[in-house]
């Protein structure tokens, strides 16, 4: 039962352009989300995470909009450069202390030069 | 500020052996959690300490997989007998309690 998922298991886009990578989850339960980026033969490093009380989180170039109403969370990248190209995870959690998190299978991101 | 570490990085091991990895987390981090990466998939929580105790092990397959945090600072995970679906990544991560897990390089596991 997957209660994450990234449904595109693969996106490429041209340096310079937006990207856009998308997560939708199942628990109602879950009320805070993070995205994640993994390099070959390195663990996730934390990018950005959004909380339930906000529709909209903003770091630099990375920003995670929410829509609790359709259970859909996005990442989207302005503007995306080469050293983007890395796999995107996006996982959740109920806030309430230290739950686990829950990843999705991820999304591999291709900048294009 | 080191960051989480694991050892080894590597290891190739045949079906039925057993096999032993090690993270030492974020200093002052009491959660610490072992995740289970499986090719083309995301990290799937296997246990999870507070301190030196078990919070949630409910999705460590316990008939092979033991895993320990003795002094509530580094831990072991163990896998005897290893059977081929065990092939995979082993991520250890650890937080200050706020959610963001933070992530060792992992330990990629063979089994042959």
């Known amino acids: 039962d997957q209660q994450v998922k990234q449904n595109s298991p693969s996106l490429s886009v041209q340096e310079g352009r937006i990207s856009i990578l998308n997560c939708d989850y199942t628990n109602s339960m879950f009320d805070y989300f993070l995205w994640y980026k993994k390099y070959p033969a390195e663990g996730p490093t934390f990018l950005i995470s959004?909380?339930?009380?906000?529709d909209k989180n903003e770091d630099g170039r990375f920003t995670v909009f929410l829509n609790k109403s359709a259970k859909h969370l996005s990442l989207h990248i302005v503007p995306s450069q080469p050293g983007d190209s890395a796999v995107y995870f996006c996982a959740a959690r109920r806030n309430s202390g230290n739950t686990p998190l829950v990843f999705g299978k991820g999304t591999r991101l291709s900048v294009i030069a | 500020e080191a960051g989480v570490a694991q050892s080894p990085r590597y290891k190739i091991i045949e079906k039925r052996q057993s096999v032993a990895f090690w993270c030492n987390p974020i200093s002052g981090h009491a959660t610490l959690y072992w995740y289970q990466q499986i090719l083309g998939q995301g990290p799937k929580l296997l246990i999870q300490f507070q301190n030196n105790g078990v919070v949630d092990d409910s999705q460590l397959p316990k008939d092979r997989f033991s895993a320990e945090r003795l002094k509530g600072v580094d831990s072991t995970l163990k896998i005897q007998p290893a059977k081929l679906e065990d092939s995979a990544v082993y991520l250890c991560?650890?937080?200050?309690?706020?959610?963001?897990?933070?992530f060792g390089p992992g330990t990629r596991l063979t089994v042959l």
């Open positions: 959004i909380s339930s009380i906000k």
């Open positions: 991560a650890s937080s200050l309690g706020t959610g963001e897990n933070f």
